[in-house]
């Protein structure tokens, strides 16, 4: 799925069904800021053109169906310069 990340935004990043993976790239190949709070800097990470971020798990218990639940922030992503896309894939 695409997602706009405009300028100088902090766009929240979710899935929408449950998920237990999920990898994230910027479209154009350019950087991605990243952050777990939008506020905090200190949370900030930046994912290099060219990379993609990904997250998998497994489920904890008998009535767990996955760690990554519908529509909660999985983090927030920012272009580092201009506007771009991320492509989220989940499964």
């Given at each position: 799925m695409q997602i706009?990340?405009?300028?100088?935004?902090?766009?929240?990043?979710?899935?929408p069904e449950?998920?237990?993976y999920f990898s994230?790239?910027?479209?154009?190949?350019?950087?991605?800021l990243?952050?777990?709070?939008?506020t905090n800097a200190a949370t900030q990470d930046t994912l290099p053109?060219?990379?993609?971020?990904?997250f998998s798990t497994v489920p904890i218990?008998?009535?767990q169906v996955s760690r990554f639940s519908?529509?909660?922030?999985l983090f927030y992503?920012?272009?580092?310069?201009?506007?771009?896309v991320g492509i989220l894939k989940y499964s």
């Open positions: 706009a990340l405009p300028a100088g935004v902090w766009t929240p990043v979710t899935v449950f998920a237990n994230f790239k910027s479209q154009s190949g350019s950087a991605i990243i952050r777990t709070d939008p053109g060219g990379y993609q971020e990904v218990g008998a009535n519908p529509n909660a922030i992503a920012q272009p580092s310069s201009g506007s771009d």
